[in-house]
């Protein structure tokens, strides 16, 4: 059974960053692409970024230029680096594998294992 926690999230100013992290378990990170999703009150989720087994990655326009995604095979872990948050990112951030593993972008039909998710609050 894959199991996906995140991890990172918390409260910051304007400005500031944050890195999640999702950390897989009951399977090999490499074999599974990942997708770093959120979701605002009231809003529907909504993808952020993604990477595949080959590296490639994707972001949302919303969040490119600030946001980095990257795995680290070792530690079965896929981060994203948010740089330069903004309020209109305050959202909960979940994380999800597809067993598609060549798939590079977050539309969330594609993926088979979610995270339950963690707050990330922006807010001066």
């Known amino acids: 059974q894959v199991h996906l926690v995140e991890s990172g999230g918390g409260s910051v100013q304007p400005g500031e960053s944050l890195r999640l992290s999702c950390t897989v378990s009951g399977a090999t990170v490499d074999d599974y692409a990942i997708g770093w999703f959120r979701q605002a009150p009231g809003k529907e989720r909504e993808g952020v970024s993604a990477?595949?087994?080959?590296?490639?990655?994707n972001y949302s326009d919303s969040v490119k230029g600030r946001f980095a995604i990257s795995r680290d095979n070792a530690r079965n872990t896929v981060t994203l680096q948010m740089n330069n948050l903004k309020p209109e990112d305050t959202a909960v951030y979940s994380c999800a594998a597809a067993t598609n593993n060549l798939l590079q972008y977050p539309i969330e039909n594609f993926y088979d294992y979610w995270g339950q998710g963690t707050q990330v609050t922006v807010s001066s």
């Open positions: 990477t595949n087994k080959i590296g490639s990655t």
